[in-house]
């Protein structure tokens, strides 16, 4: 086998940087969310247990996307990452308009938001199909 057919294979190719960076960012994400829950909590209205259980969905969510980054194709990280950035932007705005309009519960929608996307974009990665070995591997 030559170095090219080693480095397309979908099973020992490296990583694309924006996967692993989005998976590294959700890590950092839960890891702020996590410690500071108390007085992120209280600065954008949101009790202190949400910011917990958001901190380790987020975890989840970043973990379960480093460790899939060499079994599922590229073409399925980017659609779910469009998707749950798309999603991430669309409640980050309505959280930020309930806020203006003078509601409380715009911290509450984003950090909903933050707490579900991240496990729902973990059971798709994890249901999605893994790559089909190409011609030259079999």
């Not at 954008?44 to 969510?61: D, K, P």
Request: charged residues 10%.
């Amino acid at each position: 086998m030559s170095r090219n057919q080693t480095l397309s294979s979908p099973r020992v190719s490296v990583a694309p940087a924006g996967i692993v960076a989005d998976g590294v960012f959700k890590v950092l994400l839960a890891a702020v969310s996590g410690i500071g829950a108390a007085p992120l909590g209280d600065l954008i209205g949101v009790e202190t247990w949400l910011m917990a259980v958001c901190a380790v969905a987020l975890l989840a969510g970043g973990a379960s996307e480093l460790a899939w980054r060499r079994r599922r194709p590229a073409a399925v990280y980017l659609r779910l990452m469009i998707a749950y950035d798309s999603g991430w932007a669309l409640a980050a705005l309505a959280g930020g308009l309930v806020a203006w309009r003078g509601g409380t519960t715009g911290g509450e929608l984003w950090i909903g938001y933050q707490t579900v996307a991240p496990l729902v974009f973990a059971a798709l990665l994890a249901a999605a199909s893994a790559p089909r070995p190409s011609a030259a591997e079999a």
